[in-house]
């Protein structure tokens, strides 16, 4: 059962779990679960997303229920009217604030703009050796993406070298190596915390915010973050 965590004529949405596709994929030929199919069972009614979350990312996915809608909400995120909050945890002690300005290349190679403002909420450093280090440090960070490129706030993270921790792709292979073989994490720590739009139908302003899940927690826990 998905958590639903808004609701009304036009629009819902979920707290996604980490690891859960948004729909179908041909890369993912693993899955048989996925959180549109999911989610409509579970209401009884056609639903479409409005953007998308990294199979591993968990937290706020929204859902229209008209096409109306969706293309409407398509066209807030295309043109960066959303304000999208994330959490992650990052490896080592990432700048108290900063913008980061790093163009992003398209699958095509095109390089897009792409802007991620975030700031450190929490430092930690716990005996953890991994490494050649016999301690680990690490940051909890809130980020703001301004841009929407697929796995932006992966790529940007890893480009300051602070990446996030569990992004296999772009992440450090050592940090995820040691999470997935000693603490048994197979996630990725990143959730989307929050979004705040203009309902495309009452014109209202709507903020919608997710709870972090359980993996999420526990990390926290073991580096002593506390929200």
């Known amino acids: 059962m998905l958590e639903i965590i808004y609701k009304d004529e036009h629009l819902i949405a979920i707290n996604k779990p980490h690891g859960l596709l948004v729909h179908r994929s041909k890369i993912a030929n693993d899955a048989n679960e996925f959180a549109l199919q ?44 959303v304000v999208k909050s994330y959490l992650a945890i990052v490896r080592g002690y990432a700048p108290l604030a900063m ?36 301690t680990s440090r690490y940051s ?3 980020a703001n993406p301004k841009t929407g490129r697929m796995h932006q706030l992966r790529k940007h993270f890893a480009h300051i070298f602070h990446p996030i921790i569990g992004d296999r792709p772009h992440g450090c292979n050592k940090q995820n190596r040691y999470f997935k073989e000693h603490l048994q994490m197979n996630t990725m720590l990143l959730h989307a915390l929050d979004l705040s739009f203009t309902h ?4 209202q302003p709507v903020k919608i ?8 927690k526990r990390m926290m826990e073991l580096m002593g973050f506390i929200l």
Do not use: C
Request: aromatic share 6%.
């Open 200 to 203: 495309p139908v009452s014109q």
């Open 38 to 81: 999911m989610l409509r069972d579970q209401v009884g009614r056609h639903v479409n997303p409005t953007h998308r979350l990294d199979r591993k990312t968990g937290g706020v996915l929204l859902f229209a229920f008209d096409k109306e809608t969706e293309i409407a909400m398509q066209k807030q995120f295309q043109e960066s009217l």
């Open 140 to 142: 909890l960070v809130k």
């Open 209 to 216: 915010e997710a709870t972090i899940q359980s993996e999420f």
């Open 99 to 134: 913008e980061i300005d790093y163009p992003l290349a398209k699958e095509n190679g095109t390089l897009q703009d792409a802007k991620t403002n975030f700031v450190t909420l929490q430092q930690s450093e716990i005996p953890l050796a991994i490494g050649k280090h016999p």
